[in-house]
């Protein structure tokens, strides 16, 4: 995470720049920020290091598999044949997109390596299944053509949205979603504290000659996580921090975490978002300490989010996000260290949270948590135990039929195939 402008010590600065996605940032800058919007308090769960106990499921359900380099994100096509994962840029990698070809039991293949500008984090294929979008760490996105990726075309890079025509412009890319008409574009940018919106339909209309970028939406401190609602009224966007004065006293009292403060979850009109990009906050509130990862459920009912620093998952209802945000919280769920990367399975029945332990907490280890959805929802023991992971579980996609998770394992270098048809 970078900070943009807000005072703080070099010691603190030089700390934080490696809290979410260990990409080399550039130097702190000068700029007023916009104005954020209101926050509101759900009573939610304070930071802790208090992973939950759990059984140990079966290790036969999951399955290891080297890749060349550190692993962000990884996205599967709708018929199931290809799968892409993103390598992140910085140290000895050298970043880009792995094309996979599936593999059946054998779990995908590496077929080709694809350089994308600036390297990958995370990504999102459009709802027409044509184009990949991968987060640049700079102020946009990559555009890759799916059939080039799959074909190793030459020209796969169609393209990048980069963000605006400020002279601060924007830093930090690291996630990205798209509307559900395929027509805009949206990027968190964790070092600017704002979303990023493109007109993704004008941008491939003029072959990349416009950026397509139509403005920022203002968040919280070091924005990350990005849900579209299936009815595609409404973006959800995890912000690591409220203010930049609850991150430094984190910081001064020595939270193992250097995010450990409280964060929020933002509720986001996408129409107000594609025209007026400032005004397209509906609500904020406190979603736990470092919320990072968001999904919704099939039926936009209920959004969940994983707070990092407090070792929990955060059910939420999407309705009262909008209409009554302090009474918004409906389950929470203790988990294991860290927790990341989630994804719905089962039909939505079960969900798998990426425990990353990324901070190496003493006693701790990355895993797998199984959660019960209907259980947790009725104030039941939800915890159906953990599943083995490599080292830093970070980020998940269901391959097409549900029966199979892909699961990148940043910091052990692997790509984890989960059998998810027989969970607890």
């Given at each position: 995470?970078?900070?943009?402008?807000?005072?703080?010590?070099?010691?603190?600065?030089?700390?934080?720049?490696?809290?979410?996605?260990?990409?080399?940032?550039?130097?702190?800058?000068?700029?007023?920020?916009?104005?954020r919007?209101?926050?509101?308090?759900?009573?939610?769960?304070?930071?802790?290091?208090?992973?939950?106990?759990?059984?140990?499921?079966?290790?036969?359900?999951?399955?290891?598999?080297?890749?060349?380099?550190?692993?962000?994100?990884?996205?599967?096509?709708?018929?199931?044949?290809?799968?892409?994962?993103?390598?992140?840029?910085?140290?000895?990698?050298?970043?880009?997109?792995?094309?996979f070809?599936?593999?059946?039991?054998?779990?995908?293949?590496?077929?080709?390596?694809?350089m994308?500008?600036?390297?990958?984090?995370?990504?999102?294929?459009?709802?027409?299944?044509?184009?990949?979008?991968v987060?640049d760490?700079?102020?946009?996105?990559?555009?890759?053509?799916?059939?080039?990726?799959e074909?190793?075309?030459?020209?796969a890079?169609?393209?990048?949205?980069?963000?605006?025509?400020?002279?601060?412009?924007?830093?930090?890319?690291i996630?990205v979603?798209?509307?559900?008409?395929?027509?805009?574009?949206?990027?968190?940018?964790?070092?600017?504290?704002?979303?990023?919106?493109?007109?993704?339909?004008?941008?491939?209309?003029?072959?990349?000659?416009?950026?397509?970028?139509?403005?920022?939406?203002?968040?919280?401190?070091?924005?990350?996580?990005l849900?579209?609602s299936?009815?595609?009224?409404?973006?959800?966007?995890?912000?690591?921090?409220?203010?930049y004065?609850?991150?430094?006293?984190?910081?001064?009292?020595?939270?193992?975490?250097?995010?450990g403060?409280?964060?929020?979850?933002?509720?986001i009109?996408?129409h107000?978002?594609?025209?007026?990009?400032?005004?397209?906050?509906?609500?904020?509130?406190?979603?736990?300490?470092?919320?990072?990862?968001v999904?919704?459920?099939?039926?936009?009912q209920?959004?969940?989010?994983?707070?990092?620093?407090?070792?929990?998952?955060?059910g939420?209802?999407?309705?009262?996000?909008?209409?009554?945000?302090?009474?918004?919280?409906?389950?929470?769920?203790?988990?294991?260290e860290?927790?990341?990367?989630?994804?719905?399975?089962?039909?939505?029945?079960?969900?798998v949270?990426?425990?990353?332990?990324?901070f190496?907490?003493?006693?701790?280890?990355?895993?797998?948590?199984?959660?019960?959805?209907?259980?947790?929802?009725?104030?039941?023991?939800?915890?159906a135990?953990?599943?083995?992971?490599?080292?830093?579980?970070?980020?998940?996609?269901?391959?097409?039929?549900?029966?199979?998770?892909?699961?990148?394992?940043?910091?052990?270098?692997?790509?984890?195939?989960?059998?998810?048809?027989?969970?607890?």
């Open positions: 995470m970078r900070l943009s402008w807000r005072p703080v010590t070099a010691a603190m600065a030089l700390a934080l720049t490696a809290c979410t996605s260990a990409a080399p940032h550039s130097a702190l800058a000068s700029h007023a920020a916009p104005a919007p209101v926050v509101s308090s759900v009573g939610g769960p304070g930071c802790s290091s208090a992973a939950a106990p759990g059984r140990q499921l079966p290790a036969g359900l999951a399955r290891l598999s080297n890749v060349p380099d550190f692993p962000f994100d990884v996205a599967v096509t709708a018929d199931g044949r290809w799968s892409f994962v993103s390598f992140q840029p910085g140290g000895s990698g050298q970043g880009g997109l792995g094309v070809a599936d593999a059946g039991s054998a779990g995908p293949r590496l077929v080709r390596r694809i994308v500008p600036a390297g990958g984090l995370g990504m999102t294929l459009t709802p027409d299944g044509r184009h990949l979008l987060a760490g700079g102020s946009g996105a990559a555009v890759v053509s799916v059939p080039g990726a074909h190793g075309s030459r020209n890079v169609l393209g990048q949205l980069t963000g605006g025509t400020s002279a601060r412009g924007g830093s930090g890319a996630e979603a798209v509307s559900r008409d395929g027509r805009f574009a949206f990027v968190s940018l964790e070092g600017s504290d704002e979303i990023a919106v493109f007109n993704l339909q004008r941008a491939l209309a003029s072959h990349f000659h416009a950026s397509g970028f139509v403005g920022d939406v203002p968040t919280r401190v070091a924005p990350v996580g849900a579209v299936p009815d595609g009224n409404w973006l959800y966007s995890t912000s690591e921090a409220k203010s004065s609850e991150l430094r006293n984190a910081f001064r009292s020595g939270q193992r975490s250097l995010t403060a409280p964060g929020t979850l933002a509720v009109s996408i107000k978002a594609e025209t007026d990009p400032a005004h397209a906050v509906v609500s904020t509130l406190v979603a736990g300490c470092s919320p990072v990862r999904v919704t459920s099939a039926s936009g209920t959004v969940w989010v994983t707070a990092r620093a407090s070792d929990m998952l955060l939420f209802s999407a309705s009262r996000l909008r209409g009554d945000p302090a009474h918004s919280l409906i389950a929470r769920v203790a988990v294991g860290a927790p990341v990367g989630l994804a719905l399975v089962d039909g939505g029945q079960r969900v949270v990426a425990d990353s332990n990324r190496g907490q003493p006693g701790a280890r990355s895993s797998l948590a199984v959660v019960n959805v209907p259980a947790a929802l009725a104030h039941r023991p939800p915890l135990g953990y599943l083995p992971a490599g080292g830093f579980p970070r980020q998940m996609a269901l391959e097409p039929g549900g029966r199979v998770l892909l699961v990148t394992d940043f910091a052990s270098q692997q790509l984890e195939t989960v059998n998810v048809t027989n969970l607890p």
